[in-house]
């Protein structure tokens, strides 16, 4: 019976003759949650074809084709690292970019660190992929947990509100942006108090009960960390119920569309979020995107789309940077890389090697029976960073 | 105290919406005895139908009527599905149709975002029900009301159409003899087929009604699946009153546990379960099952050890597997390693399953805590591999050692579910225990030592370790505390009387079947140089499952193959297609028509029709014994 191992070995073997890299193309491997998250990544992938498309009609990597592989990690860190090592041992890319999950981006970065490759996380949030367990081959692309975290709690430390409760789920994304966000608003407030919190598990919120536990302790004011299905059963409740109502709510990732629009009609008015108001936005580089975007797609771009859009901008940038392809020389390339994205230059620091890609902070509205962000400010992504020299030294040695 | 009153109330619009759908899950797992592990996909469906319906017919009749007709298709659906594809099965071992509707979950996820898209959708409220009531002061949904008043509604429906009508006492025969109904000229098929569509019927129902409270997605189903079976199985097999009570029980006990500790929601029904199943081992309002049928039951072959010539089959596919590293590629050989890493774990499950006769459903907690144990030594004492690997696996050694000593005290599904609590128990510890186990963020940095860093060595240093451990448990089979396991799993009378301590040979079989996954789990760590909760949770154990049902549960090493098949598939459609759910699962349910006793088992099947050689294998002696295992 063995022999049976022996043919599906010998299959597998058969399948990964390794494609043969062809002259004129710069490889690039990408992973993320296509089967697990697609309300994320389905407009991420669009965000990324659009890039690849400019890119390579206007004469790719100094005149060399940039090619991205994409591969599925089905939400699972272990799956994620099968991906990794397919795309370097068998189809010979010059790095590996993506990720949503903060789990996953921190399992690629270890990855990358072991097989000294350079990984460039697209999406995941945790503050430890570029600090606490940072290493030299990791780069990050998005606004992180804390520097969202410092912007929601600048905003929160202007509301008169004193008694804080928090909600969010419970796992690394929930506790550290909590933990950031108390921190930032005590110092600039210390007569807040937080009097109450709650810990549903991720997808699984019983929201009647949470909400009820959290509107006994009687706070003037709730953050949010909840999003996706979570997040509308803790809106629809908390209208019904009247939680909200005279309450500050300030949340977190509630202004992206890919959260905000499945409320529609019962978008709360007034919470303070961070999101995407692609409607309003009017500088010249996100009205060109947004136009081109709309062109290719005949849909509007998610918050995803530009995280896609920007990762391939900034995976061609590095390239274009240097000639030198070797891991050695794309690190080298994207310290203190400059890069245009539709909000704006970015620089890839550095010292901790933390983008500076900004976000925008507005308030929730209701318009024509849909969820909007209004009062929307661009907060800039190195105001909301520790310095460098202080970045670093939360790095490990090196 | 009015502020207890109303999160009373909200726990029990909890427990409602739960009990809805656990009514079904509870009919059809206590009457037909199928664990339908597409009952959370029935679910989603149903959501998913109804938001179309009341979507497009807006209005009171539009949602209502929307709900119905939502649940009625969702229920044709469910009656198809039983009667082209489980309708096949009946005859297979037991278990064997959790495999057959785990590949119509896996294909049900893929295909809803196929149909309805990526995005999540928000369904409109119920009307009427679009407000609130004032309780003492504090507004409560009216919706839940409704919800409150449902669950009991239901329950006394379902009480009065099995007590009150002759479909009802039909159904309650068939329970308990199925042949002897069928020899009084009741037409069991279709009877069967009305009670799977009922069961369906309530899960579709359960699923439509939170349309007005959350969104429709395609994750529905996993969020419901497994705290619906917890439900069941607390309120006792076949008990619909039990169900409803456990429902209570654990809504109530989350909506107040969450005011003392806000982060217990993660863990309440499993601990409710554990705690109820060694207090009453069938449950609230269960009785003590009859003979408990042995997982490995209809099989008519006895088992031998191999023969020289097969041995030496076995050992030449061992060399050419242990040549591949000169020939094949980096991946290969890395994938080569996982699979290898499950061919252990398999191997390990079905030594319980099969052997053992117990079927578990957290065999992942001992994976991953040899996993844990391997990643914890390296990063807090500094270990090199080669002690990790020996002294990690002690972990779920111990693990088993300290669950199995509760487990084996009960039998059949009971097991099985007490086993998943322990495994879920143990997955929260991981999971919260941030300062030792880092949390969801896992431990990083657990990479082999530099001469099996390559994955040429690896592959080797996985293949040596297997290899022995597969073939130490083989060797257990046939070892005299094999045949004493046997005849425990076989005959818990006879056995005892013959000086067969049952409980205590369960519980070794339950630590070595925990220890060997254990050494898969380290190796698995070392493989993929990181350890996260997810190797503790309910996928690895369904994988498992999946694994040695596949190979077959009445052959000794079926698992084995099992391993290679599915393992080798998942890997290779990941990495072709996002649809590799779609794929699978329809691999699954072909293969589960295919070959109802497992792909090793219709080997042997095979092998068996063909005339035997005189003085061949089938000597008399084994003849006998083949009498006395078909007569059990």
């Known amino acids: 019976m063995k022999k049976t191992m022996g043919i599906a070995l010998a299959a597998v073997l058969l399948a990964s003759t390794a494609a043969k890299a062809q002259q004129g193309e710069i490889k690039v491997g990408e992973i993320n949650s296509y089967s697990a998250l697609p309300a994320f990544t389905d407009p991420y992938r669009k965000g990324m074809e659009l890039a690849l498309k400019e890119i390579n009609d206007a004469g790719g990597i100094n005149g060399k084709k940039l090619v991205i592989i994409s591969k599925d990690d089905a939400g699972k860190p272990a799956e994620a690292l099968t991906a990794a090592n397919e795309l370097i041992s068998k189809d010979g890319v010059v790095m590996i970019a993506g990720g949503f999950l903060s789990n996953v981006g921190l399992a690629l970065s270890d990855f990358a660190k072991q097989k000294k490759v350079m990984y460039l996380a697209a999406e995941p949030l945790t503050d430890a992929i570029v600090w606490s367990k940072g290493n030299p081959y990791t780069f990050r692309l998005r606004t992180s947990n804390y520097m969202q975290a410092a912007m929601l709690a600048e905003e929160a430390a202007k509301l008169p509100a004193k008694r804080w409760a928090t909600i969010a789920p419970n796992y690394e994304y929930g506790q550290s942006f909590v933990a950031v966000f108390k921190d930032l608003l005590k110092k600039k407030r210390p007569d807040v108090e937080f009097v109450a919190e709650q810990w549903p598990p991720l997808n699984k919120i019983d929201a009647g009960p949470v909400l009820q536990a959290i509107d006994a302790a009687k706070p003037d004011a709730i953050l949010n960390a909840t999003f996706a299905g979570d997040l509308v059963k803790l809106v629809r409740e908390g209208n019904t119920r009247g939680v909200f109502k005279d309450r500050a709510v300030v949340s977190y990732l509630t202004g992206e569309p890919e959260y905000l629009d499945p409320l529609k009609g019962e978008t709360p008015e007034g919470w303070i979020v961070t999101g995407y108001p692609w409607y309003s936005i009017d500088t010249p580089e996100h009205k060109a995107f947004l136009d081109a975007y709309q062109q290719l797609n005949k849909d509007y771009p998610r918050l995803g789309s530009i995280v896609g859009y920007s990762t391939v901008k900034s995976i061609a940038a590095a390239l274009k940077a240097t000639d030198d392809h070797s891991t050695e020389g794309l690190l080298k390339a994207m310290k203190n890389l400059k890069v245009s994205t539709p909000f704006g230059d970015i620089v890839y620091r550095a010292a901790d090697h933390q983008s500076t890609l900004g976000a925008y902070v507005g308030k929730t509205a209701l318009k024509d029976g849909k969820g909007v962000m209004v009062d929307v400010v661009f907060k800039k992504g190195p105001d909301y960073l520790p310095s460098e020299e202080e970045a670093a030294k939360m790095r490990p040695a090196e | 105290m009015e502020f207890l009153l109303v999160q009373a109330l909200s726990g029990l619009a909890s427990a409602a919406s739960l009990f809805l759908v656990a009514s079904g899950l509870s009919i059809i797992f206590g009457v037909m005895r199928i664990v339908n592990f597409a009952h959370g996909a029935f679910y989603m469906l149903g959501a998913y139908v109804a938001f179309t319906l009341t979507d497009r017919f807006a209005g009171p009749l539009g949602f209502w009527g929307g709900v119905l007709v939502a649940s009625l298709v969702v229920a044709a659906v469910g009656a ?553």
């Not at chain 2, 309002?285 to 089959?313: Q, V």
């Not at chain 2, 059949?412 to 225990?433: D, E, K, N």
């Not at chain 2, 990495?575 to 699962?585: A, I, M």
Request: glycine share 12%; net charge neutral; charged share 10%.
């Open chain 2, 80 to 632: 198809l599905m039983e009667m082209v594809l489980l309708r096949r099965i009946y005859h297979a071992p037991e278990l064997f149709q959790l495999l057959a509707t785990f590949g119509v979950t896996l294909m049900v996820e893929d295909l809803v975002v196929l149909i309805w898209g990526s995005e999540d959708l928000m369904g409109p409220r119920a009307p009427g029900f679009t407000g609130a009531v004032s309780v003492f002061g504090r507004l409560v949904p009216s919706y839940d009301f409704l919800l409150i008043a449902l669950g009991p509604l239901v329950l006394g429906l379902l009480w009065l159409l099995f007590h009150r009508t002759r479909w009802g006492v039909l159904v309650r025969a068939a329970t308990q003899d199925r042949e002897m109904v069928a020899s009084l000229g009741v037409n069991q098929k279709w009877l069967f087929t009305s009670v799977f569509a009922l069961g369906v019927f309530l899960a579709a129902f359960g699923g439509a009604l939170q349309i007005p409270r959350t969104t429709v997605s395609h994750a529905m189903d996993l969020s419901i699946i497994v705290e619906v079976f917890v439900v069941v199985v607390i309120g006792g097999l076949g008990s619909v009153t039990g169900a409803f009570v456990a429902a209570i029980l654990v809504s109530e006990l989350n909506a107040f546990g969450i005011l003392i500790l806000p982060q217990i929601s993660m863990i309440t029904v499993f601990l409710v379960m554990a705690v109820v199943l060694v207090v009453r081992p069938y449950g609230l309002f269960g009785k003590p099952e009859g003979a408990p049928r042995a997982a490995a039951g209809i099989s008519i072959r006895p088992w031998r050890p191999m023969t020289n010539l097969e041995r030496s089959g076995v050992a030449a596919v061992v060399v050419v597997v242990a040549l591949m590293p000169l020939f094949a590629g980096d991946y290969t050989l890395s994938v080569g390693s996982e699979i290898l890493v499950y061919v252990l774990f398999a191997a390990s499950l079905h030594f319980l399953m099969t052997v053992g006769g117990l079927s578990s459903f957290g065999h992942a907690a001992y994976f991953g805590l040899g996993a844990y144990g391997a990643a914890l030594l390296v990063k807090y004492f500094g270990a090199p591999m080669e002690a990790a690997l020996v002294i990690g696996p002690v972990l779920g050694l111990v693990g088993a050692v300290l669950f199995g000593w509760f487990c084996v005290r009960l039998s059949g599904v009971y097991f099985a579910m007490l086993t998943l609590a322990f495994a879920q128990i143990t997955w929260s510890v991981a999971f919260q225990w941030v300062e030792v186990t880092g949390g969801d963020n896992g431990i990083l940095g657990i990479w082999p030592s530099s001469w099996a860093s390559t994955p040429q060595g690896f592959f080797w240093l996985a293949l040596a370790i297997v290899v022995v451990c597969v073939a130490a448990l083989r060797m257990l089979v046939f070892s005299p505390f094999g045949f004493g396991l046997r005849a425990a799993r076989d005959s818990a009378l006879r056995s005892e009387a013959i000086g067969i301590n049952g409980k205590s040979t369960q519980w070794i079989a339950f630590i070595v079947a925990g220890t060997f996954a254990g050494i898969a789990g380290a190796l698995f760590a070392f493989l993929k140089g990181s350890v996260f909760p997810e190797t503790l949770g309910i996928p690895t154990s369904v994988d498992g499952l999946v694994m040695v049902l596949l190979g077959g549960i009445e052959t000794v090493s079926g698992a084995v193959v099992g391993a290679v098949v599915y393992k080798a598939l998942a890997i290779w459609l990941m990495s072709k297609t996002e649809l590799s759910k779609l794929v699978l699962g329809g691999v699954i349910v072909l293969l589960v028509v295919a070959f109802p006793k497992g792909i090793v088992g219709f080997l042997e099947d095979l092998r068996h029709r063909r005339p035997k050689a005189p003085g061949g294998a089938g000597s008399e002696g084994a003849v006998d014994v083949a009498k006395v295992e078909a007569a059990r």
